[in-house]
């Protein structure tokens, strides 16, 4: 079972050498942790905002980056988050990670960002879903897909779904109490069907 308070950290980009490597650090601490790891102050950094610097272990230097500050709650996690774009070599992303941990952070489960982001309400399940779809399509059609359910597109067509259902329910409780003084509150000659889901 995973610790929601603590503060976690993890690749957010795939393994192996590249040009660039994003980790990502998330949680009350984030800011407090990724500092303590660069060599310029962003303490108080305004969220949205980008830096400069390198990542120090100690007083070795390990790599040139730019630093990101996101704050609560207007970040994926809707916590705190830095993201630290490096370079993509796997030895450099190996030490950036052992210096996050060093200083409060620890390893993310697998899906636990996206998994704070649902908690704290920055997405539903549906779009929670939709950001595995996004990450492993592999054609237009789904691609698209995905990126309409991330917009809340299937959310949409199941809220107003419910709130159908919950009108149907309510003018049918009207009518079992009701039902014995003539009044009526359904049209009767109405045939009730939901509207298609698309997608």
């Known amino acids: 079972m995973q610790n929601l308070q603590d503060t976690i950290t993890a690749p957010a980009t795939p393994a192996g050498v590249s040009a660039l490597a994003v ?10 942790v990724a500092n303590a790891c660069f060599d310029k102050e962003i303490t108080n950094a305004e969220g949205y905002t ?39 070599s796997p030895y450099i992303t190996k030490r950036i990670l052992e210096t996050l941990l060093k ?4 390893m993310a489960e697998p899906g636990e960002f996206t998994l704070r982001a ?11 879903e939709a950001v595995a779809d996004m990450i492993h399509s ?3 059609a789904g691609l698209q897909m995905a ?18 259902l919950i ?6 409780e009207l009518e079992n109490d009701f039902g014995e003084e003539d009044v009526e509150f359904a049209n009767r000659k109405k045939s009730w069907s939901p509207k298609p889901i698309e997608g």
Do not use: W
Not at 23 to 32: C, E, F, L, P
């Open 147 to 164: 990126i309409n359910q991330m917009r809340g597109g299937f959310s949409n067509d199941i809220a107003a779904l419910r709130q159908e």
């Open 138 to 140: 592999n054609s237009e």
């Open 118 to 128: 649902f908690l704290n309400g920055k997405m539903d399940l549906a779009q929670a």
């Open 50 to 88: 980008l830096h400069y610097g390198h990542i120090i272990d100690q007083e070795v230097r390990i790599d040139e980056v730019l630093l990101s500050v996101f704050r609560n709650p207007q970040s994926y996690t809707g916590e705190d988050s830095v993201e630290i774009s490096g370079h993509g």
């Open 23 to 32: 980790i990502r650090v998330s949680g009350h601490n984030a800011i407090k």
């Open 167 to 172: 009108d149907f329910a309510a003018l049918i």
């Open 103 to 106: 200083n409060g952070a620890r």
